[in-house]
């Protein structure tokens, strides 16, 4: 499984990918973790707000900061992340 | 990129039909107008109806998305509807433009611009 955070790298940025890490680790799941900070690679993703998060090429959130348990509830294949 | 890192910055999308008719052109031109003016940002329509998923999550977190359609086919608001997704539908035709016989100007284009700037700020 591979994980984006896509964002500049602001503390917003880093906030989501500590709760991806967190998330993945807590599930004990294997997952390659990829910062995406290139405006240009986000945009090509159709990523217009950010932080964003993609699991396997597939954008599931933009403009969030998602909690450990909203991401976790990603990675195990939930369509909508529990608010 | 309009809004950066999870602020609460208001984001405007704009999106043009591009259709192969005068009033495609219309449509493409006026978002690129918009787009240049800082009205809303332009994306790509085409990736919503491909049901690419950062271009429809983008959309879904918007605070407006402008659907610029040139007929009242309306191909662009369909694919919104299709995807429920809310939409602000401008229809090229409704400003007195006829599909297949008007000329596409650079006045025309800045003076349908400026109207829907004006209501989008509105």
Known sequence: ?83 | MPCNCGGTCETNLVYACSGAANTGLLADQVMRTLNREGVADSTCLASMGADLSGFLESARNATRNIVLDGCKVSCGKRIFEKNGIPCTQFVMTDFGVEKGKTKITGDLVESIAANIGEKVKA
């Open chain 1, 1 to 83: 499984m591979k994980v984006q955070i896509l964002g500049s790298g602001c503390p917003k940025c880093k906030l989501l990918e500590q709760h991806a890490r967190e998330a993945v680790a807590e599930l004990g799941i294997q997952a390659d973790i990829e910062k995406v900070t290139d405006i240009d690679a986000i945009m090509e993703m159709g990523v217009m707000m950010t932080p964003a998060l993609a699991i396997d090429g597939d954008v599931k959130s933009v403009g969030r900061v998602l909690t450990k348990e909203q991401v976790a509830s990603y990675l195990q294949g939930g369509k909508f992340h529990a608010l």
